[in-house]
Nanobody, 125 residues
Framework: QVQLVESGGGLVQAGDSLRLSCAASGRTFSSYVMGWFRQAPGKEREFVAAVSRSGVTTLYADSVRGRFAISRDNAKNTVYLQMNSLKPDDTAVYYC??????????????????WGQGTQVTVAS
């Protein structure tokens, strides 16, 4: 099975930047579509961003487009989420996910097979 470990979360001020990382186990990382999701208190888990297996194609939620950037380094088995101009509404637990059964980027949580444990991002006003 695929193991995913997120890191890089923390407490920041509005307007600050933060970079999340997700390290994946295994030898077939480059075959997975990768995504980031987040869940705020009292809300449903929502899509944030996804990146294709090659890293060429990306997909973003409207709420983060232009502020966040997803990327991957297949040589390091790692996917990143660069978050700029953070807002209090970005406060959530952020999860990375691996889509081992899909060939295209997807915003649907059920499209992803494996999930990390999550990392807390808190943005103070």
């Amino acid at each position: 099975q695929v193991q995913l470990v997120e890191s890089g979360g923390g407490l920041v001020q509005a307007g600050d930047s933060l970079r999340l990382s997700c390290a994946a186990s295994g030898r077939t990382f480059s075959s997975y579509v990768m995504g980031w999701f987040r869940q705020a208190p009292g809300k449903e888990r929502e899509f944030v961003a996804a990146v294709s297996r090659s890293g060429v194609t990306t997909l973003y939620a409207d709420s983060v487009r232009g502020r966040f950037a997803i990327s991957r380094d297949n040589a390091k088995n790692t996917v990143y989420l660069q978050m700029n101009s953070l807002k209090p509404d970005d406060t959530a637990v952020y999860y990375c996910a691996a889509g081992t059964r899909i060939a295209q980027v997807s915003a649907i949580p059920k499209s992803y097979t494996y999930w990390g444990q999550g990392t807390q991002v808190t943005v103070a006003s």
